[in-house]
Every structure is written in C-alpha cells, then in structure tokens.
C-alpha cells in the first residue's frame, strides 16, 4: 500500500490500515513521524477514557464490557490496552488473545501495548497511537493501564476521563489511595461488587474523596460506582458517568485546559528526544568512549562531560534518525 493510500485508508477508518499505521508509529523515527504528520491535522475530536487500577481489579473484562456498551451507543470504540510489564507487543500473549475472541465481530478496534520496542518511550507511543485512532474517526478511545508506575499514571491522567478501578478482597488496604491514583480519578469503580467487602471498599473510598476535593459548584466530584464487571452489571452507569463528565468539560471548558497540558506533556518529551538525539549524533561514539574514560579516571565530572558534547551542539537536525538513540 503507498502511503498515500495508506493515509487516506486511515482517514476512511479502515481498521487494517489503522493496525499498520499504528505499527508504523510504534516503530518511531522518520516513519512515525511522517505518519503522524499526515493526519494531525485530522485528530483532536475523539473523548479519551484512561481506566487504570491494580492488576486483577477487573479491568480487561470491565473494559470490554464498557466498549460494548459504547458501541450500543453507536460509538466506533477503540481500546488500547497498555502492559508495561509484558515483553510482547501486538496481541501475542494469551489473555491478550481471549478478551480478543470476545470482542470479535463486534466491531470494536483494540490493540496491545508493551514496553519493547519503543525507543521514544511508552508514553510516546501511546500518544502517536491515540493520534492515529482518533484521525480514523475512533470516539471514544479507552486507554487500559496498569495503575503501578509513574508512566502509566501519566498515560492514565492525560485522558480527557480517567476512571480508577478498585475491587475488594486486597485486606485492608485500597489500593488506588496506596498507589496516590485517587487524585487523578473523575469516575471511581469497584469493581467485584458480587465479593464480600464491596461496601466497605466504596465507603472508604467515598471518605476519602471527602478529604481530597474541594466542594465548590464547579467541582467535578467523582461518583463511586459498583460493578460485577464478570456478569456487565453496572456497566451501563460507568458509561453514564463518562458521558457526564464528558458533558461536564465542554460546559466549562475544561477539555480545552485539559488538552493543551496534554500538548505541553507531550511537546517536552518529543523536544527531549530530539534535543538528545541531535546532541548525540554531534558527538561521534568515539568521542563519547573518550569522555566516559575521563569521567571514570576523575578528570573530569558527568556536567563537564555532557558540556562538552552540548558545546559543539548548534541544534541542526541530525544525519541518523532521532528514533534511532
Ligand atoms: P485486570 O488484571 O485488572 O485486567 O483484571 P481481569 O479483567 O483480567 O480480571 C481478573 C480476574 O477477575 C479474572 O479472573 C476475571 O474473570 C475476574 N473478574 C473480573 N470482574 C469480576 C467481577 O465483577 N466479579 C468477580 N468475582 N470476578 C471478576
């Protein structure tokens, strides 16, 4: 396919030609950012919903239950599932394959996420994706990461809805308030409402919200929510609840706020890859292999070392490609 075509196959929402362009980001470099330069322009309608919380809270099987109901609703869903800890990318491993099964013929797009492989870093990746998604008319986009690292919670927060998943059965312990994720939730769900020890989860929860929001008529304040994800029980009002937030940033123009420290996250770390890239690609491997033996050897400091790469540094743009460091 000529990328020509390609892109306008894409714009059209062909779901193979948005799994190849999405490859084509994961890829990064020159391509990624030729990919994402065709489309820009394209994107920027989509709702995107981060759900994050522990492993084993539920949230694949909330997840695809949410999607269905969205798709109901006439959306074209798309769902990336974001694993930092898995070593595949592109729906190799097992669970990956079963949750897919069940999505098939639905016509709901989802695609895997992991670490490996992605030279600009996950996050990076995540955002080039959502791009891709978006400009093929996907809305809403569900975001699936796992609440552990300060990574997935930046993906999770720069979602224009973030919903934050608890379950009971972990003692005592809530999990989200432990991880400090309840800061970002705007939609609270436990999840395994059919276990014992859901209300207390929900009530502890409810408390703690009390402490961290202010109550002010302006203030979003984040429902609890009960599911059995297992049987869809209590889907339909966490999609009720996205729908209310979505509404609630429009009329006070909190998805303009929202977007533009999406684009400053964003913006710094594409500047920050392109600045080392470009620094690195001044100083030659060599050159580089003589300042670690006289950092190791003391003669000289890590500042004064990378001051010396940064000082033949004049920002042109590099011969290799930046996606290559
Ligand atoms: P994730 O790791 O957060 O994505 O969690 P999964 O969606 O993979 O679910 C972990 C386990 O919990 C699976 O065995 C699910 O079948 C089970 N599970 C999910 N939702 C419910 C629920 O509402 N009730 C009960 N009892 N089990 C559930």
């Known amino acids: 396919?000529?990328?020509?075509?390609?892109?306008?196959?894409?714009?059209?929402?062909?779901?193979?030609?948005?799994?190849?362009?999405?490859?084509?980001?994961?890829?990064?470099?020159?391509?990624?950012?030729?990919?994402?330069?065709?489309?820009?322009?394209?994107?920027?309608?989509?709702?995107?919903?981060?759900?994050?919380?522990?492993?084993?809270?539920?949230?694949?099987?909330?997840?695809?239950?949410?999607?269905?109901?969205?798709?109901?609703?006439?959306?074209?869903?798309?769902?990336?599932?974001?694993?930092?800890?898995?070593?595949?990318?592109?729906?190799?491993?097992?669970?990956?394959?079963?949750?897919?099964?069940?999505?098939?013929?639905?016509?709901?797009?989802?695609?895997?996420?992991?670490?490996?492989?992605?030279?600009?870093?996950?996050?990076?990746?995540?955002?080039d994706a959502l791009v891709v998604l978006d400009a093929a008319g996907f809305d809403p986009i569900i975001v699936e990461t796992v609440g552990a690292g300060q990574g997935e919670v930046d993906i999770a927060k720069n979602a224009h809805t973030t919903v934050v998943l608890e379950a009971p059965g972990f003692g005592d312990d809530i999990q989200a308030i432990k991880a400090g994720i309840l800061e970002i939730a705007d939609v609270l769900v436990v999840n395994k409402a059919d276990r014992e020890g859901a209300n207390r989860t929900a009530a502890a929860l409810e408390m703690n919200l009390s402490f961290n929001k202010d109550e002010g008529a302006q203030a979003w304040r984040p429902p609890v929510l009960k599911t059995i994800a297992l049987k869809g029980e209590g889907v339909t009002a966490v999609a009720d609840a996205i729908e209310k937030h979505r509404a609630?940033?429009?009329?006070?123009?909190?998805?303009?706020?929202?977007?533009r420290a999406r684009i400053e996250d964003e913006l710094v770390n594409v500047l920050q890859r392109e600045l080392v890239a470009r620094a690195l690609d001044v100083a030659t491997p060599q050159r580089i292999a003589d300042l670690i033996e006289r950092v190791a050897s003391r003669e000289l400091d890590v500042y004064s070392a990378a001051e010396q790469v940064l000082g033949k540094f004049d920002g042109r743009r590099p011969t290799k490609d930046a996606g290559q460091v």
């Open 1 to 127: 396919m000529s990328d020509r075509l390609l892109i306008d196959q894409v714009l059209a929402g062909n779901p193979t030609a948005v799994a190849r362009a999405i490859s084509r980001v994961e890829r990064g470099g020159t391509i990624a950012r030729d990919t994402i330069r065709a489309i820009f322009s394209h994107s920027g309608r989509a709702h995107i919903v981060g759900v994050t919380g522990a492993p084993g809270t539920g949230k694949s099987t909330l997840v695809n239950e949410l999607a269905k109901e969205f798709r109901r609703r006439r959306g074209q869903v798309a769902i990336i599932a974001v694993d930092p800890s898995s070593p595949f990318t592109g729906g190799a491993i097992l669970g990956d394959r079963l949750r897919m099964q069940d999505l098939t013929g639905t016509g709901i797009f989802i695609r895997s996420m992991a670490t490996r492989g992605y030279l600009g870093g996950l996050a990076a990746a995540v955002a």
């Open 248 to 259: 609630f940033l429009g009329e006070h123009g909190l998805r303009e706020s929202k977007e």
